[in-house]
């Protein structure tokens, strides 16, 4: 079963990400079976879902590294076989490189897509501000803290000015209040630049504080159960935790979770 490709296409834009039918089999193992899901340009989509759920396979496939097995990605109007351009991705882990510091690892990303460092030199100066990164442009990745690092590998996957971010569990290593710290950095550099974000979490608070829409999906093979939309204003602030809105998605995150047999 595969969504009618010619009945999307009419409403595609540049920076949309759109799923459909996609099926990705690992020999016998079925990982994920038949998702489809539209993100819109602009939009902050989280997904949510068990270990083992396929999340991260379907955030490899829309990142064009490994290709489904059924069913088609297309970004905008271009069907994905291959890492795309417009795309920034950030690992679980920042994965810098030790031997290189903190502006030649967010440089790297230039280096690796053949792009002049020199064109690219303002926003560099752009993004240091913003994460608060200066004065470590020249410190080795071993002398910051982790969420320093991951504000490292957040630059490195913005520098290139990608329309879509693909984010892995990229605070999930952080302690919590470093990753609320980060959740309020990403969210400031979103609301900045409206980037269409695919982000992948355990966290159902970091779900519905980031979230226009959160995707919940089911135990292996990897199906979307649910999807809630977070109607909250921007920016967001962790004291809104208290709020009806925050405390009704946090709820049907949790009762969807229940109905299909899982925890947190
Ligand atoms: N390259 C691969 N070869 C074989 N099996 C794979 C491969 N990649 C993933 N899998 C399997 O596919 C399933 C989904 O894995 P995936 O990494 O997508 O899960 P996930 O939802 O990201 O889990 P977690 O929350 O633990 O990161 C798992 O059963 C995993 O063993
Ligand atoms: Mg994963």
Known sequence: MTTDA????????????????????????????????????????????????????????????VPPTAGTIHIGADLVRKPHPDVGIVFQKATLLPWRNVRDNITLQLEMRNLPAARFEKRLRQLITLTGL???????????????????????????????????????????????????ELQRVWLESRKTVMFITHSISEAVFLSDRIVVM???????????????????SFSMVGEPAFIEATIRIRECFDALGMTE
């Open 134 to 184: 200066e004065g470590f442009e020249s410190a080795l990745p071993h002398q910051l803290s982790g969420g320093m690092q991951q504000r490292v590998a957040l630059c490195r996957a913005l520098i290139h000015d990608p329309k879509i971010m693909l984010m892995d569990e990229p605070f999930g290593a952080l302690d919590a209040m470093t990753r609320e710290t980060m959740n309020l």
């Open 6 to 65: 010619n009945l999307v296409s009419s409403v595609r834009t540049e920076a949309d990400i759109q799923i459909a039918g996609v099926t990705q089999r690992f020999g016998s193992l079925l990982a994920l079976d038949t998702v489809d899901l539209r993100i819109s340009a602009g939009e902050f989509v989280s997904v949510l879902g068990p270990s083992g759920c396929g999340k991260s396979t379907l955030m490899r496939a829309v990142a064009g590294l």
């Open 218 to 236: 089911s135990k292996r093979p990897g199906k979307i159960a649910t999807i809630i939309d977070v109607d909250l204003p921007r920016p967001r």
